[in-house]
């Protein structure tokens, strides 16, 4: 993966030992001591002030000095001894970039401790709170500032165990296996004089970044539909029937104006709306697990053995692939 905007790799140790390894092997692959920051609690801070004096005695005037202000970090695991007391973080050995920044602070409480120091080297402040937090918690921090050999930086600390704030801690118990198988393997042969090669390969990274891709929105509108209902009504008919009399005389008196009033009544329809719940929406997120390909090109090493004349090679244990010229 490319790191187009990331120069300085972090790396957080467990193990004080590892991290002396690691700075180690970043120097003979050829990151030089300016590149390189370690800070560290004091491994001897149980001893008493007066054999702490004594061994900063022994190790020469400047060689406290020179390890709080900017001493490489291969001189910092030499001197091994406390490099002083930097304000609000305790007694700590620093060297290399790292020193140098901090030491910048002219007492000014270290210009926030490691958070400062992180933060002026590129990182983050959100993550620079982490890793002080991880430093705080005991463990080791070794940064290594390259524009161009980012991944390479990177895969050599986490070679020796460290972890940074994507990978997190979990992702240093197979390297750390590694290491110990790897340990057992030399121990085996120690017996055997002569020289050894490390065999390097590359390891691809993959990290995950939830992204934005869209946005759903779910609102209501309120739309107008004319609707006719037919409703039955009834009303009031006057019937008049006539029928013919028997014609016997009456004694009434012929009336003029005399009149019937027959009140006729209809039901009439009067409308009124109401507002009701039809129908309820429910609307939410799940996730949906899926798989993408990643794939990028790495290298690795291969050790091979070329003989000149009558030299009989025994290869034990060896993947790699051996050739042979006479």
């Known amino acids: ?60 005037t400047g060689a406290v000095t020179g390890a709080v202000t900017g001493a490489g970090a291969g001189a910092l695991w030499a001197i091994g001894i406390a490099a002083g007391v930097l304000p609000a973080i305790g007694p700590v050995v620093a060297g290399g970039i790292l020193a140098s920044i901090l030491a910048s602070a002219a007492g000014t409480a270290v210009a926030g401790g490691i958070v400062g120091a992180l933060i002026g080297l590129g990182i983050p402040e959100e993550e620079a709170h982490y890793y002080e937090s991880e430093f705080k918690s005991g463990r080791t921090i070794v940064t290594v500032k390259t524009e161009s050999r980012y991944d390479e930086a990177r895969g050599i600390l986490h070679r020796f165990g460290a972890y940074d704030r994507s990978s997190g801690r979990s992702a240093t118990a197979a390297t750390t296996a590694a290491c110990a198988t790897g340990t057992t393997q030399r121990a085996a042969t120690a017996g055997t004089s002569g020289q050894s090669i490390k065999v390097h390969e590359e390891q691809m990274h993959v990290h995950k970044q939830p992204q934005q891709t869209g946005e759903v929105k779910v609102r209501k509108e309120v739309h107008t539909e004319h609707k006719t209902l037919e409703v039955p009504v009834e009303r009031e008919e006057v019937v008049v029937e006539r029928r013919p009399a028997s014609g016997r005389a009456t004694a009434s008196e012929l009336r003029e104006g005399q009149e019937i009033r027959i009140p006729v009544k209809e039901e009439q329809v009067s409308v009124d709306k109401q507002a009701v719940v039809k129908e309820e929406v429910e609307v939410g997120k799940r996730k949906v697990r899926d798989t993408e390909t990643v794939s990028g090109d790495v290298r690795k090493e291969e050790v091979k053995v070329e003989q000149e004349g009558d030299v009989r090679v025994k290869n034990s244990g060896t993947k790699g692939n051996i050739g042979k010229r006479s």
């Open 1 to 60: 993966m490319a790191h187009t905007k990331r120069s300085t790799v972090v790396g957080v140790f467990e193990d004080h030992r590892q991290a002396q390894q690691a700075v180690e092997e970043l120097k003979r692959a050829g990151f030089r001591e300016d590149e390189i920051g370690v800070i560290s609690h004091n491994q001897d801070r149980g001893s008493t002030r007066a054999e702490a004096d004594d061994r900063a005695s022994h190790a020469g």
